[in-house]
């Protein structure tokens, strides 16, 4: 906790000086600012202040939150369910989840929903409601229909997930392909994910509007932290053996393209695929109702049985990851892709700084007061900024 603090005040300095710089800028007479824009500098700085605004939202935040993204009927509900090892949440064909649904750990030994904005609707002292089935928690969500922008709690019982032992929240989403505004959407619920489970259909390739949605996160926050989780791939899987290899090396490489070239993340081929996996959300779960139970394959022969166990081992593989992510989150990596987002924009103020003492005499001779009051502003400034660098560094170190 002391080390988000800590960071915490670096950034919230950062945004201060930040927003000094900027006011000066825009104070400073149009022909001198033409040339500073020139430079790009206003387009990075803007975009810098945007980002910070974003982080120290997240950082603020307790608990870990997981967001599970992807198209309709991708199997996102599926997913979680398979998680929370009960078929919770609505699934089904066509546009199910309506609304987003952020579900919580409870130590209690019952499951609530509690519906922001219909208090007194609902039987209970709040808005809360006691659901202990799947069609309980449909009717209740049924009884008032909602809006896609609006967010219900699900608290579910920490003694029946391990994932929701630690303080970790999993949001399921609707369709990104529901006609919906993008940015109010991440702005509102998606934003400060410290996660993305990617939920991609093992039948089809990305769609543009899967990519819109993580190219908007990026915006906001840099360097969104994904997982991707090739579901459906049982279907995949009844094809012959050929096209299973075939599509299996498609989603690879249009996945790896577009973080590289599109999303701009270093990360390698062996890297993407430690965050990637061919899975079945539905066989998933439906061990879980039926434990020791053969899930069904299409043929009664070896070679199903065997991609049955590897699509087993590639879900094990990714229970393994999802809590080695949470648990290094604990110990403060979260916080690592977050300096360095502070580290950069340090530099780019720097810089800015650094452009305006060098150039500035040039361009507004004419008005010498400015200047000398501009320099002495921004020499404090960098000053700050320097030993702000400084313990940020020394701050990544220590967690190392
Ligand atoms: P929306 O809430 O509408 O956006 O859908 P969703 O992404 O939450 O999908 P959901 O979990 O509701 O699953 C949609 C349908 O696909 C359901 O009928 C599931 O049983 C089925 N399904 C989910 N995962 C798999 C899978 O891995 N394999 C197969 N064969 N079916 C699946
Ligand atoms: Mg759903």
Not at 57 to 64: E, G, T, V, Y
Not at 224 to 230: A, F, R
Not at 309 to 319: A, K, Q, S, T, V
Not at 345 to 370: M, P, Q, W, Y
Request: with cysteine; hydrophobic share 40%.
């Amino acid at each position: 906790m002391e080390v988000s603090h800590n960071i915490e005040n670096h950034l919230n300095k950062l945004a201060i000086f930040l927003t000094r710089h900027l006011n000066h800028i825009h104070n400073l007479p149009d022909d001198w600012r033409d040339h500073y824009d020139n430079q790009n500098f206003t387009s990075r700085l803007e975009r810098g202040q945007e980002r910070l605004t974003s982080i120290i939202d997240i950082i603020a935040r307790p608990h870990l939150k997981v967001v599970f993204v992807g198209r309709t009927s991708s199997g996102k509900s599926s997913a979680i369910n398979a998680l929370l090892n009960e078929p919770i949440l609505p699934m089904g064909l066509g546009h199910t989840t309506s609304c987003f649904v952020e579900i919580r750990g409870s130590n209690q030994n019952q499951s609530w929903i509690n519906i922001p904005g219909q208090e007194g609707t609902l039987d209970q002292r709040n808005s809360e409601r006691i659901i202990t089935s799947m069609n309980e928690l449909g009717n209740a969500l049924a009884e008032h229909p909602l809006q896609p922008d609006c967010c219900i709690q699900l608290f579910w019982p920490r003694s029946k997930a391990a994932l929701l032992e630690d303080d970790v929240v999993l949001m399921d989403t609707p369709g990104l392909d529901v006609e919906t505004d993008f940015d109010s959407w991440i702005d509102q619920f998606c934003l400060d994910a410290d996660l993305f489970v990617w939920l991609m259909n093992g039948e089809s390739t990305l769609m543009m509007r899967e990519k819109a949605f993580f190219l908007q996160v990026k915006k906001k926050i840099a360097q969104p932290n994904i997982m991707v989780l090739v579901n459906r791939w049982d279907v995949a899987s009844e094809e012959e053996e050929y096209w299973i290899h075939a599509a299996y090396e498609q989603h690879v490489a249009r996945t790896l393209e577009f973080f590289q070239k599109e999303l701009e993340l270093q990360v390698s081929k062996s890297e993407l695929l430690e965050r990637m996996f061919f899975v079945s959300a539905k066989e998933q779960l439906e061990q879980k109702l039926a434990p020791g139970s053969t899930v069904r394959v299409s043929q009664d022969s070896l070679p199903s049985v065997k991609l049955l166990e590897e699509r087993n081992n590639d879900w094990n593989r990714f229970l393994e990851s999802l809590r080695s992510q949470l648990s290094c989150a604990y110990k403060g990596h979260r916080y690592l892709p977050y300096l360095d987002v502070g580290l950069d924009l340090a530099r780019d103020i720097r810089d800015a700084n650094d452009f305006v003492s060098k150039s500035g005499s040039e361009f507004i001779t004419s008005k010498e007061h400015e200047i000398v009051k501009l320099n002495a502003t921004m020499n404090d400034l960098e000053e700050h900024m320097e030993e702000l660098t400084k313990e940020l560094k020394g701050e990544v170190q220590t967690m190392l």
